[in-house]
Each structure stands twice: as C-alpha cells, then as structure tokens.
C-alpha cells in the first residue's frame, strides 16, 4: 500500500452539515469527513480530465480499494472512549483526573472481560466515560435570511444558521492506494468541499507521498479516528469488531474499549436517483483496540486495511495510540495544544488588567466578532485609544484579533481585573 499526505486548506468558510439539526441551526463536523474528500476529489477529477463516472480510470481510483481517510485541523480534540474522566475532579482529591482503561494503571484496575464495570479509586464516584466525539474551538455559527423574490426585502421569520469552519484553517489526512494514485489526481490544486458550495468551501489541495504512521513508543493500540460500520457473519450490524477484524487479516487476541453507538451522520442524499441514502448502525469514533501479541507487520495490514464496511469513504478508519493523558491529547497523529490562551496571557498582564485600556479591550472583545480584523481596526481608531503607544495598540489589535471564542469571556473577565 502507499499512503499519501492530504493538505486542504480552506480558502472560505467551509460548512460541513449533518444530521440532527436543532431548531434553525444546522450543526457542521469539526473536521472534513472521508466522504466529503472522496466526493470533493473525484468531481475535481473529472473536471480535470473531462471523463465520466463510467470512465476505466475513474473507477479504479474512485470505486476501487483505495481509501480516502479524513482531514483533520490542527487541534482538534478526540479523547478515546476508554478514557474515563473525574466530572468534579479536585486538586486534593488524591487521584489523577483521568484513566486510560485501555492501558494498565496503579490504583484504578479495570477486569478487560468488563470494562464497563472498572474498579476506580474511591471516594470519588462522579466518573464519566469519554464519548469519542471530536470537537474543535473553532466552530462558529453564521446566521443568514430569506429574501422575499418579489420586494428582495428581508423575509419575516425566516432566519437561518449553519455552523461553519473559518477560512484559513488547514486540514490533514491521509490517502492509501494499492497502486498509488493517478498523476492527474495528485496534481489537483483546487477542489470544493461541504455545503453552499457557491458561496464557501473552496480548498487548496495539496497531495504529497508519505510513510505510513508509526507506532509509539512503549504500549501501544489501534483507535478508530472515523465512525466504524461493523456486522457479523450474517451481515447483521453489530457493536463487536471481531469479525471484521478477522476479514481483516487478524485472528489473535483482542481487548477493545467503547462501544458507543452513532446512528446520525452516516445517511445522505443521492442527488442522481433524488433519493436518500440508507443510513447506517456505526460505532461511534474513540474505540480503542488492544491487540495482544500482535507484531509492527499485523498491525501495518490493519492500519492500510481499515475496519468495517464502507472504507473507501473514510468509516473504520484506524490510527496508533498510546495511554491518553490529559496533558498530551492526540489529534490527527500528532500532539497537539488546543488552548492558546497561555501564548496570550503575556499580552494580557502588560496591559495592566483593571486599566483603562484593558478595560476598553474587554468591552470590545465582547461586542466584536472573532476573526474581524475590519471592524478591529476601526474600533483602534476611536478617540478614547487612538493616542495610545503603537505598541500598545499593536498588542490589543493581537488580542481581539486571536484570542477564540470560547476563551474570550475569561480573557474579557480577566482584562477587567478578575481572578487569574
């Protein structure tokens, strides 16, 4: 198999919707699913080379077993599902505020033939299992109205919003091929991904030859990054891997952890018979696989293989894992940070929190959008902090401009001169 590094970076807002829309929000993934990169590839492609979906080439590479796995953003957060965390985790509690059941600990043992029922340290008893879900700071919400056709006047009651990634942010996943990929695939530049594709979605595609990922240090695991489809041997959906890693190649011990069911998401529209898409029973992302005894060459076949039904389009995808902490999260095969707020907080106090421009700086941070350098600049140039020192100014326009929403309202509140 040869792998493949994909870079989609977003030129405009990308909005990737699923299911279980509330009220008028349409929620987006966190990330572009192997789906989404299939689809977004393959009409590339074919606008490339002018061929058709019945076109020789267009099948072995779109419909054949090579796989399109997501593409992540740089700290995006997945915590496993064999992670369980301490809900009211105190500092004087006496135990860490989290466990890896899926790796060996000291005081909290769990038996592997039941791992929902793990033996914890006491007194505490407010332990809750991680749910897989990735998630990423960065959503934002984008609201939009109806227009009447007649008067082009805004429509009554008619308000819209989707949840949206910002332009700017950059995505990284993995292609696999069993005979690499065709020339004019790896160099495409442009390709469209998610929803309103006339207004969002546009991407920069990069395509590069890569190794596969290595396995850590120490203990390791498999985890799935992606939503799994499983069945048995009658084809029937399941919860239990077993079976599809045997189709996979691996008949050794196994010891998994997480087994939580997602339906939503995995549905769809055909837009060529305007029907939809069955959706599928999946294994929510996070479930991790402890595969006794097996050697770096089983686990390379499983990681180029993946797990379950519908590979080609991103499901089952696997990654190495290690014993998650709290202090070294992984995201996209890699450690990543997701809170920037310490690279800030330097700024923060050299403005004097309680001053009269830390001050301003708090009430701006709450009444301007994030990511709007216009209305930024405008605002420096109000007469009550337009006499102020460049570097000053510089500093604030850095604030308002960086610090992301959900660490806004500590940083407003710190400004102001709250507790640290």
């Known amino acids: 198999m040869t792998w493949f590094t994909l870079t989609l970076t977003a030129r405009q807002p990308v909005s990737l919707g699923r299911s279980g829309a509330r009220g008028y929000l349409t929620p987006t993934y966190p990330y572009v699913p192997g789906s989404v990169v299939r689809g977004a590839l393959a009409t590339a492609w074919l606008n490339a080379t002018g061929a058709s979906t019945t076109d020789e080439r267009f099948l072995r590479l779109f419909e054949g077993s090579a796989r399109f796995g997501p593409a992540m953003p740089d700290g ?5 599902q064999s992670v369980r965390r301490c809900k009211y985790h105190r500092a004087d509690s006496g135990h860490a505020a989290a466990y890896d059941d899926a790796f060996p600990h000291g ?3 769990v038996d592997p033939a039941s791992p929902d029922l793990p033996r914890l340290p006491a007194p505490c008893g407010a332990w809750e299992r991680a749910s897989g879900e990735p998630t990423w700071h960065l959503v934002r919400a984008v609201t939009s109205t109806a227009i009447e056709p007649g008067t082009l006047h805004v429509a009554e009651s008619q308000l819209y919003s989707r949840q949206t990634l910002p332009a700017g942010t950059v ?3 993995h292609l696999v091929a069993p005979d690499g990929l065709d020339a004019t695939l790896t160099g495409l530049t442009r390709a469209y991904v998610g929803g309103k594709s006339s207004v969002m979605g546009e991407v920069e595609v990069r395509i590069t030859s890569c190794d596969r990922p290595a396995l850590p240090d120490g203990e390791w695991g498999l985890v799935t990054r992606t939503p799994t489809i499983l069945v048995d041997e009658a084809g029937r959906p399941t919860l239990d891997p077993t079976y599809a890693l ?5 008949t050794g011990e196994l010891r998994h952890w997480g087994r939580r069911t997602q339906i939503e998401g995995t549905g769809g529209w055909h837009a060529a018979s305007g029907l939809p898409k069955p959706s599928e029973i999946t294994v929510g992302p996070g479930l991790v696989l402890r595969l006794p005894g097996a050697g770096p060459d089983e686990a390379a076949a499983l990681l180029d293989h993946g797990l379950g039904l519908r590979r080609q389009e991103g499901f089952g995808w ?5 014993r998650w902490s709290a202090n070294s999260a992984t995201t996209t095969e890699r450690a990543s940070d997701r809170s920037p707020l310490s690279a800030h907080m330097a700024k923060v106090e050299m403005l004097h929190p309680g001053s009269d421009p830390a001050r301003w700086v708090a009430d701006r941070m709450r009444t301007i ?3 709007s350098p216009t209305q930024v600049d405008a605002a420096l140039h109000e007469p009550r902090v337009e006499g102020l020192p460049t570097e000053t100014r510089t500093m604030m326009r850095e604030l308002l401009l960086k610090i992301p929403p959900d660490l806004r309202a500590a940083v407003a509140a ?3 001169g709250g507790v640290r």
């Open 318 to 322: 696997l990654a190495p894992t290690s």
């Open 369 to 371: 959008p994030y990511g």
């Open 414 to 416: 710190r400004l102001e």
């Open 76 to 80: 995006l957060a997945l915590v496993p």
């Open 107 to 109: 005081e909290a043992t």
């Open 246 to 250: 045997r189709l996979a190649g691996y």
């Open 171 to 173: 995505f990284t996943g």
